[in-house]
């Protein structure tokens, strides 16, 4: 049954206005993600525009298309015009090498070496904070100009199939969306700020491959042509003066660039408010308190709600839960157990002799009454809805919705739940994830990869 999203208002405080006339298709698991958008900078015509937060040297795209240089250099041998955003983190970098490009010497020299010619920028975030969008944009400005939004990482523990068969390099589930139609030419807008003002472009080491190559982009003049039915809106976390003015969006229609913006978090609370059935969400992360109380009304007013978490908690999930400080917090997140329709879950595949790995759930998703989802960079967190630069899009279309409900699903319960409404749906999940709980504990294999969690000693 396909359900109206009217229901689930939109947020009025971010930059870009909610649009009609989309077409969105979304892409679960990093490889046939990133096989699409392969496809998609192979068939370009005039440019590929990149964001990227986290890069390891050891990533390959899928079917021997080489690494994301490869891909990069040879666009541009095709002509094209190709412009990478990099995160630079200084620290990070002392500490953790090779978990993101910050564009060191060595690095330099490796595209030096290779010949590269594509255009890069590197940009720094506030204080601690993480430049986190992680988005490619196909031919902007053109009418048929394509978005991709989502959060996988470029590392090579992302680049797996659906249904999660047991790897040696890690093993991630994650979303992207990808996007044709007015709501493109925001995410367009979105990197013309960001390259415009990047933090370290006038830097000697803060642009490839030097100053006599580099412009600034001009902010589209109008939206792509409407290709669809879907309505979309991109929504953002921008650390409050990280921007400097306001800028023209496309469209005919002027929206001030506001000097911080938390329309991602503003969207999740207002949809979760305004849920009548079902809260279904993956994230590797539950850190913001806002969304623990939002929760717990619904639930109160007898919405389903599933949680998909990493069965082994990030290592801020893990450190807080050891802060006698954050008492509160956890006991909020134990108290969502108390509701019969509640489901903490994470998910694990397992190898032919029988040892069990963790998928790590990187996936940063929401999706509500079979009628509203949002996809994107944000985790659940206060750091993503407050301080790291984050891009999400949420679309309300029932068909795509309930369709990516049904894929999910299919891969974590092994379940067909397309006859299933959205409430049927959530509550074979919660049975199919408490079984495969209670056979592991009897040391019989799982049937599929839904394993029910305690909330109350989550991370501990």
């Known amino acids: 049954m396909q359900r109206d999203a009217a229901h689930i208002p939109f947020t ?98 490796m595209l030096q070496a290779r010949g590269s010619r594509f255009l890069a920028r590197w940009d720094r975030a506030h ?11 196909i031919d902007a400005g053109q009418p048929d100009e394509v978005a991709f ?7 090579r523990g992302s680049m797996v199939s659906p249904g999660h068969a047991p790897t040696d390099a890690g093993n991630t589930h994650d979303v992207y969306v990808e996007l044709c139609g007015p709501s493109a030419s925001n995410v367009h807008h979105n990197f013309v700020q960001r390259w415009n003002e990047a933090s370290d472009r006038d830097a000697q080491d803060g642009l490839w491959p030097d100053a006599a190559s580099q412009d600034q982009l001009r902010f589209p003049e109008r939206a792509s042509p409407k290709t669809g039915d879907a309505v979309v809106q991109i929504q953002r976390t921008v650390r ?29 609370l207002k949809a ?8 279904y969400l993956e994230d590797q992360a539950i850190g913001s308190p806002q969304i623990l109380d939002a929760l717990s009304r619904a639930l109160g007013r007898g919405v389903h709600v599933a949680f998909v978490v990493p069965i082994e908690p990030n290592s801020e ?15 909020a997140l134990g108290a969502l157990g108390q509701f019969e329709h509640f489901t903490l879950a994470g998910l694990a595949t397992q190898r032919s002799s029988g040892e069990y790995q963790n998928v790590y759930v990187h996936a940063k998703i929401g999706l509500i009454d079979d009628a509203w989802c949002t996809i994107g960079s944000a985790n659940v967190a206060n750091r993503s809805f407050y301080g790291d630069t984050e891009l999400n899009a ?36 919660a049975r199919v994830a408490r079984e495969n709980t209670r056979l592991r504990g ?19």
């Open 12 to 109: 009025d405080t971010g930059s870009y206005p909610i649009r009609g006339g989309n077409v969105v298709r979304p892409l679960v698991d990093g490889e046939p993600a990133f096989r699409r958008i392969c496809e998609a900078v192979e068939a370009a015509r005039h440019s590929v525009w990149v964001t990227i937060a986290f890069y390891e040297p050891t990533f390959r795209m899928p079917d021997g298309r080489g690494d994301l240089f490869d891909v990069l250099d040879r666009a541009v041998e095709r002509g094209l015009d190709v412009r990478v955003i990099f995160w630079r983190h200084v620290e990070l970098e002392q500490i953790d090498p090779g978990v993101h490009f910050s564009g060191t010497a060595s690095e330099r020299a």
């Open 127 to 137: 204080g601690p904070y993480c430049q986190h969008q992680k988005s490619w944009l």
């Open 149 to 155: 939004v989502g959060g996988i990482n470029l590392n």
């Open 240 to 268: 409050r003066e990280r921007y400097t003015d306001s800028t023209p969006t496309p469209g005919g229609q002027t929206f001030p660039i506001e000097r911080g913006e938390t329309s991602i978090a503003d969207q999740y």
């Open 272 to 279: 979760i408010d305004t849920a009548e059935r079902t809260v």
């Open 317 to 331: 999930m893990a450190q807080a839960r050891r802060d006698p400080r954050n008492a509160s917090f956890f006991g």
């Open 394 to 429: 949420s679309i309300w279309h029932g068909p795509t919705v309930r369709a990516l409900r049904c894929r999910l699903f299919e891969e974590h319960l092994r379940h067909d739940t397309s006859p299933l409404d959205d409430v049927a749906a959530l509550e074979l999940f």
């Open 442 to 460: 009897l040391g019989e294999p799982q049937r599929s990869l839904a394993l029910s969690l305690d909330p109350a000693t989550y991370a501990s």
